[in-house]
């Protein structure tokens, strides 16, 4: 993404800091008022005391008359609590100076329900009496906001006031003294900060609503929720509701305070909620939301009929668990790297803290003042400003987000045609010359079928990585996104197909033989769970001609794939597997293996000297194939590429002792089974200590059981392969060079290795008799063998011909279908018996 110069950063920050500087200035004017009550500015001295009634029937005369029930303290140390119970509390006042004083008393609770004061000359002499509270009728909106009497005191005289305050919600009440001029300033700074705070609320509301109406979201419905039932909330607390709303229905609201707080916590949770967008992965912890969403629901529901009191007890439990949930869904959000959330975390700070003063202040901790009054009202206002934040880091987030899926592949995060499209664009329009260069997977949709979303994409990435790498070293491929940490150059178009340009004039043949010295560095090999994937890619270009179309261009680049020739596939084993029968095969082919749907069927070998079976070969056979004509030579080539070759081999193993223990029991003792070993296979886990358990298993002798290794099984790994048969072979099993004459060893693999026959392939003993060349190199293979002490057999005898001719040449055994196809255990045990 498109980066701001450093100097916009700094700009923003200068604002900010002077913003913070008339904040902060603006603050300090403001919180002031408390510190100038009467007492500390004028001689007027105060004498407190206070009477707790719990039976709720003390009456003034009483007060007056039991004077030694009360408890001379300042009203700072009463005890205020949420119970049903009345509060007396009585403060002489004396004016010691040379004049008469106007004295505005404050009560900083417009919440209380009945609020009485009477006024009493020094002789007790009752004067005036003041009815407050907003179960008050006729007050006026002043009133009713912020309570308060006025009263003079002659010069040179005393005067007492009582206050009775009757409520069932919240009890305390702080009461400030003012001379005239310092409740004006606090009437002022009440106004001023009321004002800004309703005026920010207001204002985000209405923007939000904006941004509902453009983007449709509900995060923002529900963030307006959340600033109204702030407005509502301290409009009750602190008492400008009553210039909010109509009269009664600001009534109703502190008649029902604690619905108010149930409402900004219901809303304070669902935009925690929707905000992380929990909504959208329906886990455990939205089910957690969505449960105490609906409890904080029902509560308030039953609140309209509970006294506010006991209400208020259940609110703060709730309250607590809010807490509790709201910190567990943004933890888990930050641990999962939820960047944009950051402005949303911080909102948290100052709505903690101010929440965490008001029950300190409530219960007598923090000593009352101006600015802890405020405390709550200011955090909720930098929350809902850091909130706002939040919400546009969020939609920047979103943008940028669309962006990057637009431009980028969902699987695979790497460029998509859209960038191609722009590079093709800018290319057309400085007439640049140009080549769309295009590399394909080879048969990426049947890979497809047998690995997962995640895999594919994965192998995609792979292949991408190392295109790159090679591409980043040659300066005529361009850079599709002006990226300075990555520059990439690739582009994938789905499918394993993966896109490039070049800009370097040169000739069609130089172009196609650098994109084949690409190839060769490509990954030939992709792992994924055990399978060893081998790959292979088509090369493609073709020129950017003028006055073509992007799509044109591209369709041009896919009809230029070249597949790889057999002779440039140096990656690719000789046996190639037919592109129908890929990897697409492999997953049936898997799903039999664990179902256990294959089987193995039985060759027997002829002893060529009496005509006795010494042994038999085992196949693999699929029965009930989905696919018909099933190469069994490719199937293994095909569980060789995919990985599978190793669980197979030892399924094949496990089948074979499994025959060899029926064989026994049959009377066959004597009867020795082969089974066919890859070069794969070296790769399996305690290979020798699985063989010796697998006959354990199956109370089989090391000396029935035999394994025949290729030629080509011995090219690769032969240290590995030599130890390998020299333990077998110390096992008490045979191991038998299998398909002599076709691969590629030197006769100096019989000295390397501990055989103890060799198996000549049936290419050269087919027609035999009529083949002069193959006479004498099956003649020479025998005498060879004979020499080195190793037995010989020859595999596809069809014809009694050609046993003559291979037991008059000296083969010690004969396998083929001149005795019998392979066949199933159960047949073969049949054979056995009539062919004794």
Not at 515 to 532: A, M, N, S, W, Y
Not at 761 to 771: A, E, G, R, V, Y
Not at 782 to 809: C, F
Request: proline share 3%; with cysteine; net charge neutral.
């Amino acid at each position: 993404m498109e980066q701001q110069p450093f100097k916009y950063h700094i700009i923003a920050f200068l604002i900010l800091s002077t913003l913070v500087f008339i904040i902060y200035t603006f603050a300090n004017h403001l919180a002031t008022p408390t510190r100038y009550t009467i007492d500390k500015t004028t001689a007027i001295y105060l004498d407190q005391a206070y009477r707790i009634d719990p039976t709720k029937s003390l009456t003034l005369s009483s007060f007056l008359n039991e004077a030694d029930e009360l408890i001379h303290e300042p009203f700072s140390t009463i005890p205020w609590q949420l119970a049903p119970q009345d509060y007396w509390l009585s403060m002489k006042l004396d004016n010691r100076s040379a004049e008469k004083k106007e004295l505005f008393a404050h009560f900083d609770n417009p919440m209380i329900d009945y609020l009485t004061v009477y006024q009493l000359d020094d002789q007790g002499h009752l004067l005036q009496t003041f009815n407050l509270g907003d179960r008050q009728e006729q007050l006026s909106l002043f009133e009713y906001s912020v309570p308060h009497i006025e009263i003079a005191i002659a010069a040179k005289t005393q005067s007492y006031l009582v206050f009775k305050i009757d409520t069932t919600g919240i009890s305390k009440t702080p009461i400030n003294l003012y001379g005239k001029a310092e409740f004006k300033d606090l009437l002022r700074a009440q106004a001023a900060i009321w004002g800004i705070f309703v005026g920010v609320l207001v204002m985000a509301a209405l923007y939000n609503l904006v941004l509902y109406y453009g983007i449709r979201d509900r995060v923002y419905l529900i963030y307006i929720g959340y600033i109204i039932s702030a407005l509502v909330l301290m409009g009750s607390v602190l008492g400008f509701g009553f210039y909010l709303w109509p009269l009664a229905l600001q009534k109703l609201f502190n008649h029902y305070i604690v619905v108010s707080n149930y409402a900004i916590t219901f809303f304070t949770l669902a935009f925690c909620t929707m905000f992380l967008r929990y909504h959208k992965d329906k886990c455990w912890r939205y089910k957690m939301s969505i449960a105490l969403l609906f409890l904080m629901f029902c509560l308030a529901i039953v609140s309209f009929f509970m006294v506010e009191y006991i209400s208020s007890q259940i609110f703060f439990a709730v309250f607590a668990v809010l807490y509790f949930v709201c910190i567990t869904l943004i933890y888990n959000k930050l641990r999962s790297g939820f960047r944009w959330a950051k402005f949303y975390v911080i909102s948290w700070i100052p709505l903690i803290i101010g929440a965490a003063v008001q029950p300190l202040e409530l219960t007598g901790i923090i000593e009352y003042s101006f600015t802890t009054r405020h405390a709550l009202l200011v955090a909720i206002l930098c929350e809902v400003t850091l909130m706002a934040m939040a919400l546009a880091d969020r939609v920047r987030y979103q943008r940028e987000k669309a962006l990057y899926h637009a431009t980028h592949t969902e699987q695979t995060k790497l460029l998509n045609s859209a960038m191609l499209k722009h590079a093709y664009m800018t290319l057309q329009l400085s007439q640049r010359p140009a080549n769309l260069c295009l590399i394909k997977i080879g048969h990426f949709q049947s890979l497809s079928q047998i690995l997962n979303h995640s895999q594919s994409s994965q192998l995609v990435v792979s292949v991408a990585k190392a295109l790159e790498l090679q591409l980043s070293k040659e300066r005529e491929f361009i850079n599709l996104e002006n990226d300075l940490d990555k520059c990439p150059r690739i582009a994938d178009l789905g499918g394993g197909v993966l896109a490039f340009i070049s800009v370097k004039t040169q000739s069609t043949q130089t172009l196609y033989d650098s994109l084949l010295k690409i190839r060769k560095t490509l990954p030939k090999h992709f792992p994924v769970q055990g399978f060893d994937l081998q790959l292979s890619y088509s090369i493609g270009s073709c020129p950017l001609k003028s006055g073509i179309g992007f799509e044109t261009w591209l369709q041009d680049g896919y009809f230029s794939l070249i597949e790889p020739t057999a002779s440039a596939r140096s990656n690719e084993p000789a046996k190639a597997i037919p592109a129908t029968m890929n990897i697409s095969l492999a997953t049936a082919f898997q799903n039999a293996l664990k179902a256990n749907k294959l089987t193995i069927y039985h060759q027997p070998q002829i002893n060529l000297l009496n005509g006795k079976t010494i042994g038999s070969e085992v196949l693999l056979r699929w029965p009930n194939a989905p696919y018909e004509q099933i190469n069994i030579e490719s199937l293994i080539l095909l569980a060789e590429r995919t990985g599978l070759i190793n669980e197979l081999t030892l399924w094949v193993l496990d089948k074979a002792c499994q025959d060899i223990a029926k064989l026994n029991h049959a009377g066959y003792t004597e009867h020795k089974v082969s089974i066919n070993f890859s070069a794969k296979n070296l790769m399996i886990h305690n290979l020798i200590e699985k063989i010796e358990n697998t006959l354990i298993k199956h109370n089989v002798p090391a000396k029935q059981l035999k394994f025949e290794l290729t030629e080509s099984a011995l090219i690769k790994n032969q240290q590995q392969m030599i130890s390998l048969v020299n333990q077998l072979t110390d096992h008490g099993i045979e191991v038998i060079l299998d398909d002599f004459g076709t691969g590629y060893s030197s006769l100096n693999c019989f000295v390397s290795y501990n055989f103890s026959s060799l198996k000549i392939d049936k290419s050269f003993i087919i027609d035999l008799p009529n083949h002069s060349a193959n006479k004498v190199i099956v003649k020479a293979a025998i005498e060879m063998a004979h020499s080195l002490g190793l037995k010989v057999t020859a595999e596809g005898i069809e014809n009694d011909a050609t046993q003559r001719l291979l037991k008059a040449m000296g083969a010690d055994y004969g396998q083929g279908y001149y005795y019998s196809k392979a066949i199933a255990v159960d047949d073969y045990l049949l054979w056995l018996a009539e062919n004794k």
